[in-house]
């Protein structure tokens, strides 16, 4: 992992233990040509002051055939703006998604193998033996191992961001098992969501 932020690399220390990470500006990559396969620039392109040159390091570090994966606010011009920058700098864009929901947000993660500890190592196994990627986040949400905080460090969202994407997750799949009873919403530790109860018809919601 790569950042210029010395706090924010203290952050990913705490979270990811042994693995390598460099203060560094993303403009000016410390390392050599063709030598990752896979660059991951979540957040990224938007912050810089010339995001082109940032493009333009990531394709120099790339081996041949190599794959990178960015991100871009669509406030900022969204997958038009990206799509253009991708083609300056060398790269040949060969999909752009619209990353609306947890789902998609994941998926770009685990697209890109960016993902860290053993529970999203057990989602990765999960979607690879055949369970839906939805599937595999709400099994992951249940077990408390996918919470707002882990979501929006993984993909790079904001906080809020995340924890309104997994409750209409978490709330989508109540509707689909039980039909439509009213039900509410407890927020819980690190951004987690329980059910904190059911209504019944005539019951005062209190």
Not at 180 to 206: A, H, I, M, N
Request: aromatic content about 6%; glycine content about 10%.
């Amino acid at each position: 992992g790569l950042d210029s932020s010395r706090e924010m690399l203290r952050r990913a220390r705490e979270r990811v233990g042994n693995a390598s990470l460099v203060l560094a500006d993303a403009e000016a990559l410390p390392f050599r040509d063709c030598c990752f396969t896979v660059a991951f620039m979540v957040t990224v392109l938007h912050n810089l002051p010339s995001p082109g040159v940032g493009l333009r390091e990531a394709w120099r570090v790339l081996k041949p055939g190599g794959r990178c994966f960015a991100t871009w606010l669509k406030k900022a011009g969204g997958g038009f703006k990206l799509k253009g920058l991708l083609l300056e700098a060398g790269l040949r864009p060969v999909e752009l998604l619209d990353l609306d929901g947890v789902e998609d947000l994941v998926s770009l993660a685990l697209k890109a193998e960016a993902v860290e500890g053993r529970a999203y190592l057990r989602l990765i196994r999960n979607v690879r033996r055949g369970l839906e990627l939805r599937s595999a986040i709400i099994k992951a949400l249940k077990r408390g191992e996918l919470t707002a905080k882990s979501l929006a460090e993984l993909v790079g969202v904001s906080y809020a961001s995340a924890l309104r994407q997994l409750r209409n997750l978490e709330r989508e799949e109540v509707v689909e098992r039980l039909g439509r009873p009213p039900f509410r919403w407890r927020v819980t530790g690190k951004g987690q969501l329980s059910l904190l109860d059911y209504l019944q018809p005539g019951t005062s919601r209190g």
